[in-house]
């Protein structure tokens, strides 16, 4: 454990946060579950954190000595992008979200979601692949980083092929960076560019997985996908994607617009991705329905479970639904010792699964 547990400071600016990471405890100190897997490759447990949290290298690190085993260094270009405006993490007042609600009303306090409101800022290139090399150099084995990269074209009228070659671009510089797998993110909520929805495109979502993988050869390659509650859009998605990737997460978020108490819209009135514990119960859902479309298809997809993890019980129920591994956001960054509480809770009982 580090000697001091900081946290994600939401009153302050991304590049505020960037620019001050906590120090990292030791990363060596193992607690390793039998035969556990991320996508073909070993792990010490299936608990990581996904694309959000982890916005260098410093941030990596200090995760990981907090017990996460795979650290998914939050979404990079192959250019400078900026971030939002504040508010960037914005919290909400809700119960578990379908899908189908539309508006939701801000919160004072956390209550455990949030609107998240980032549009997927990048370091430069350079600055980000030097990073990378350095972060995997920093970990011991047993632990895995993840690179999350997203296409990015000059305009949003680009064609698919070209969006195609800048997500393969992103994902042959972070292999080369040392990265133990590639994630693609197919579902930001947040952008209204080519690049936010590929998940409800199951022909383009192919092209460019199909790009990815002919640039990354047999690395691990994880697609990101934001909420599908229908069966049909469900399995023509897994058949687009089953031949190039190894595995899907799911969910990234249930979209929303969101509105202030004198009912005044944040965001200029644009919906944004609702993480945190709303996200659970539908993403869980979600996670039962792919899993069990896969099982039918007999396909070797496999699935890692996201969405308002923040107890050991969460993590069981998404093991239970046929995911291989969990990733938290939310929870890991209002209590970052909940990966430790969680694996402790984890190892108490006989099994990962109930
Ligand atoms: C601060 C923050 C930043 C995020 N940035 C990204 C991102 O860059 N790329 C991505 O694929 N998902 C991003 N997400 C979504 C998370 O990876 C995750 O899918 C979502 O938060 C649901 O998990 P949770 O309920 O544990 O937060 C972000 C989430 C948060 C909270």
Redesign the pocket.
């Known amino acids: 454990m580090p000697d001091h547990i900081s946290v994600?400071d939401?009153t302050r600016s991304y590049t505020w946060n960037y620019d001050h990471p906590p120090a990292a405890g030791r990363t060596d100190l193992k607690q390793t579950f039998d035969n556990c897997h991320f996508c073909r490759l070993p792990v010490d447990s299936p608990l990581g954190?996904?694309?959000?949290?982890l916005l260098n290298g410093r941030w990596c690190l200090y995760y990981a000595s907090l017990g996460f085993d795979v650290l998914?260094y939050?979404?990079v270009r192959s250019r400078y992008r900026t971030c939002y405006e504040m508010p960037?993490?914005q919290p909400v007042s809700c119960g578990q979200l379908s899908g189908s609600e539309t508006q939701l009303r801000t919160s004072k306090v956390m209550q455990g979601?949030?609107a998240?409101s980032?549009g997927?800022?990048s370091q430069d290139p350079d600055v980000w692949r030097t990073d990378v090399e350095w972060t995997r150099s920093q970990l011991p084995t047993g632990k895995l980083l993840s690179v999350?990269v997203?296409g990015t074209t000059a305009t949003a009228a680009a064609s698919i092929h070209e969006l195609a070659d800048d997500y393969a671009r992103c994902a042959k510089w972070a292999v080369e960076s040392g990265a133990d797998c590639i994630?693609t993110?197919f579902?930001?909520p947040n952008v209204t560019t080519n690049d936010g929805q590929l998940f409800q495109q199951p022909d383009d979502a192919q092209l460019v997985a199909q790009a990815v993988r002919s640039i990354i050869g047999d690395i691990p390659y994880i697609v990101?996908i934001g909420r599908i509650p229908d069966r049909s859009a469900a399995t023509a998605l897994i058949h687009s994607l089953a031949p190039f990737v190894d595995s899907l997460?799911?969910?990234?978020?249930i979209t929303a617009t969101v509105a202030d108490p004198h009912a005044n819209l944040l965001f200029d009135g644009q919906p944004r991705?609702i993480?945190?514990?709303?996200?659970?119960t539908a993403?869980i859902l979600q996670t039962a329905m792919f899993a069990e479309i896969i099982k039918e298809q007999d396909l070797t997809l496999r699935l890692i479970g996201?969405?308002?993890?923040?107890k050991a019980e969460h993590v069981r129920e998404y093991l239970a639904a046929g995911a291989e591994a969990v990733?938290?956001?939310?929870?890991?960054?209002i209590n970052p010792s909940v990966g430790q509480q969680i694996k402790d809770d984890l190892m108490r009982s006989a099994t990962l699964a109930d």
């Open positions: 994600y939401r954190i996904s694309a959000g949290p998914t939050k979404t960037n993490l979601s949030w998240v980032f997927m800022p999350s997203v994630e993110n579902s930001c990101k997460a799911m969910t990234n978020s991705g993480c945190g514990d709303a996200v659970r993403s996201v969405g308002g993890i923040s990733h938290l956001a939310t929870a890991a960054m």
